[in-house]
């Protein structure tokens, strides 16, 4: 008997198809009446994915694509190296850790962040500080007079201490 990883791959590739060079994916069996052959499977959610209603699941896109491309789910998250959560390439998905993934976030995410920049408050003295977290533990990068410096200067650091970034 398969086990539920042989299965999945063979019940998504039977009724599945990539195209590799977008990233979509499509119906290549009818799993239902409403749904065409040949239409483009799965819709936007409202984080920015792609996500897709199969046999009363739903799964996020980006996971199918790895697993039609390797024939196993992936271990863990799968970062889109390009930040951009709809581009399901296979070149631009990697598997990572919670760690790896955040490392290569490029907004910021929190409305600590008062200059909507990724690694910049504004600081009580009025100018801008940079900060970044590295194993756990923020660290400190500098004051600067305007939130692009110290964004540039928290980019510089980023790159040198984040192994997962790829800005």
Not at 44 to 62: I, Q, S
Not at 64 to 76: E, H, K, M, Y
Request: aromatic share 10%.
């Amino acid at each position: 008997m398969a086990n539920s990883i042989d299965s999945d791959f063979n019940v998504f590739s039977e009724y599945i198809s990539v195209d590799y060079k977008t990233g979509k994916i499509f119906w290549k069996a009818q799993p239902s009446t409403q749904i065409k052959v040949g239409d483009e499977a799965g819709s936007d959610d409202r984080y920015g994915y792609r996500k897709l209603c199969f046999r009363k699941r739903m799964f996020l896109v980006h996971r199918v694509v790895f697993l039609l491309a390797n024939g196993r789910w992936p271990i863990g998250q799968i970062d889109h190296i390009n930040g951009n959560r709809k581009d399901n390439r296979i070149e631009n998905l990697r598997e990572a850790t919670h760690s790896l993934n955040m490392q290569n976030q490029r907004k910021a995410m929190s409305s600590n962040h008062s200059s909507g920049l990724l690694g910049v408050t504004l600081h009580k003295n009025g100018k801008w500080q940079a900060l970044i977290k590295t194993n756990g533990k923020s660290r400190y990068i500098g004051l600067f007079p305007t939130p692009e410096e110290a964004h540039a200067a928290y980019i510089l650091a980023k790159r040198e201490l984040h192994d997962g970034c790829t800005i």
